[in-house]
């Protein structure tokens, strides 16, 4: 599938290592060469990452490459509609409205409307489906869960206005409420149609590592030892090859300031990536983002109401990604396997006020500041491959696709990752074999622990009352992400050894990217209740959730989401019990892999030629809430 895009976006991110002469084994045996090795080359992380050409867009020329963190920062900055099953009812609005335990969240200035004390537990039950289409592509996927949304508790201590005082007293709340929910299984397939392969992302993984640290990395492997790039992986499986070099490639010319470039032992007229009959790709992600909210509501002369909250949150996603790549030739089979997990805590604070100038009318609004995380993100993956029978002969496979007198040079061979535009051709490369059979390579788990800041949210909310018959109730809530950023990272390698090394990161790559690609944001909530008799209540709603990317880098998918509610409940003296269904639905794209190397067009557009898969969501999750005065 080709898109056009009229910026440097690509998704492509690296993780430059460079920690030197690292000693890497697991046992008592000793091995000088593991004194040779050096990571100086990048670990890559699939996480749909980053830009084409960030550098030379840059203004001053020297941002540092992103990792692709911008992604979770922008990922776990994004919300559901929240709080109890007859507050979603309303779409999720409720800054102006007040008298519900969901307050202690969405504006704790309403817990100043409750006069008895309460408790109460809300289940919930989600359906999540997805469809997945493109060029070539079809497939779509089913997810089930049981959730609990939220449950806490409310001690009020009102004060009657009999004697005298305008201080109506409070109340204070405790809650646990799900924000963000990430339970999704993605599943398609692709006819071959798109013509690069993850052979491509290996080449760049590759690229800039000396032959030697890969041999090196190769045969320690071989003896036990871990891989901890996925061009290790790759070189390691025999699945790409140096096609640059010194003409000696041994430990003294180690330092050399060349370094190689690599290609693919497979190729088509010289000019494709090898057969892939058909790609597949299953990804399934799970967890939330969950918020314990302390807070407290005053009521004064319950004309004005005022209140504060502290929010503790915490994160738990997990993401799997299974690849697979069938092919005809003498590479059968292609698969990679990874999983990557965030975990970590965060915290922040919020401030609200509503107005109460005449019975029927409300009028709110809200401060939340952005949450602090502290955050570890971990990643590891399984790349296996099949061979029948296929014979390597390096000397033939420079001479065929590196030689520039074989072909003029404005034809030379620019489908390698070549970004320095150097003479790829080795006329001493001699190495030669013949490969059979399954292979497979792991990549060392390893860990980044990096600090957060999510956006702050600035709300306003009117409501109006009809007598006893019910009411309408808007919010609009204006979201900065321009406050967005990701700091203090550092990787972990090897942990649980005593080779265990770390790696301090410049998220500079990243914040730029935050700043050029997000903006601020305005999402609406609007809801109705009417009252069908004494004890029953009819609730509907609506909310609209911008997408925080701009439109020249959305790829053309507006990932905007939208949410339709409705309900009913029950309520008497000492109990309630409130049934909400909400539907919601929103776009997305997946990529198995992302290329530095695209197509440019000219100096403002460029086709991104690897397999971009778009993706329909749906979900659809019936809430129930249970209440007890007392």
């Not at 440019?600 to 991104?608: F, K, M, W, Y």
Request: hydrophobic residues 30%; glycine residues 10%; contains cysteine.
């Amino acid at each position: 599938m080709f898109l056009y895009e009229t910026s440097f976006f690509c998704n492509l991110t690296f993780l430059t290592i460079k920690s030197s002469s690292s000693l890497i084994f697991f046992n008592n045996s000793s091995n000088h060469d593991m004194f040779k090795r050096d990571y100086k080359k990048p670990i890559l992380l699939i996480a749909f990452i980053a830009f084409f050409n960030l550098i030379s867009n840059a203004q001053n020329g020297d941002i540092p490459p992103a990792f692709g963190y911008y992604k979770d920062a922008t990922r776990f900055s994004q919300q559901n509609i929240v709080g109890s099953a007859r507050i979603r009812a309303l779409g999720g609005a409720g800054v102006s409205l007040g008298g519900d335990i969901s307050h202690g969240i969405l504006n704790p200035a309403g817990l100043g409307f409750m006069r008895k004390s309460e408790y109460q537990l809300s289940m919930g039950l989600g359906f999540t489906g997805t469809t997945s289409s493109g060029d070539g592509v079809q497939g779509s996927g089913e997810q089930t869960r049981f959730f609990l949304p939220q449950l806490g508790a409310v001690w009020a201590s009102s004060k009657s206005s009999s004697n005298g005082g305008k201080w109506r007293g409070g109340a204070f709340s405790i809650s646990f409420n799900r924000i963000a929910d990430y339970n999704s299984d993605v599943y398609y397939t692709e006819n071959g149609s798109n013509p690069t392969s993850l052979l491509n992302y290996f080449e760049e993984a590759a690229y800039g590592t000396y032959k030697s640290n890969m041999d090196l990395a190769s045969q320690d492997y071989a003896r036990g030892y871990t891989l901890l790039s996925l061009g290790e992986m790759a070189y390691a499986l025999d699945l790409i090859k140096p096609v640059y070099s010194d003409d000696d490639n041994s430990y003294n010319y180690y330092y050399n300031s060349d370094r190689d470039k690599y290609g693919f032992p497979i190729t088509v007229n010289g000019t494709d990536t090898s057969y892939v009959k058909q790609r597949t790709q299953m990804v399934k992600t799970r967890g939330g983002q969950y918020e314990t909210t302390l807070a407290y509501g005053g009521n004064f002369d319950d004309k004005f109401y005022f209140g504060g909250k502290i929010g503790i949150q915490n994160i738990n996603y997990t993401k799997t990604s299974e690849y697979v790549e069938i092919r005809d030739q003498e590479l059968t089979y292609l698969g990679l396997a990874e999983e990557f997990e965030t975990t970590g805590w965060g915290v922040n604070l919020s401030a609200g006020v509503i107005w109460r100038p005449i019975d029927a009318l409300r009028i709110g609004a809200t401060y939340t500041s952005p949450t602090w995380y502290g955050l570890n993100d971990y990643y590891t993956s399984n790349l296996t491959r099949t061979y029948d029978n296929y014979a390597w002969d390096d000397a033939a496979y420079q001479n065929q696709h590196f030689n520039s007198a074989n072909f003029p040079p404005e034809e030379g061979p620019d489908y390698v990752y070549n970004p320095e535009g150097k003479d790829l051709y080795n006329p001493n490369a001699s190495e030669s074999a013949t490969y059979n059979g399954k292979k497979s390579a792991t990549h060392d788990r390893i860990r980044t622990k990096y600090n957060m800041t999510t956006p702050w949210k600035a709300s306003g909310g009117i409501s109006t009352f009809f007598g006893k018959k019910g009411f309408l109730t808007v919010d609009v809530e204006y979201v900065g992400n321009s406050a967005i950023n990701v700091s203090d990272g550092t990787t972990y390698y090897l942990e649980g050894t005593y080779s265990e090394f770390s790696q301090p990161l410049n998220f500079d790559g990243d914040n730029y990217i935050l700043n050029e690609e997000l903006r601020n944001t305005v999402n609406i909530r609007a809801g109705g209740e009417y009252r069908m008799s004494k004890r029953l209540m009819l609730r509907v709603g609506y909310a609209y959730y911008q997408d925080a990317q701009k439109e020249e880098y959305n790829l053309g998918v507006d990932k905007s989401k939208q949410f339709y509610t409705g309900g009913l409940g029950y309520r008497n003296n000492k109990f309630y019990a409130d049934f909400t269904v909400i539907y919601s639905k929103w776009k997305g794209i997946e990529s198995p892999y992302q290329l530095d190397d695209n197509i440019s067009l000219d100096n403002s557009s460029t086709v991104l030629i690897y397999p971009i898969i778009d993706v329909d969501y749906n979900r659809t999750e019936l809430q129930l809430s249970i209440g007890k005065r007392f």
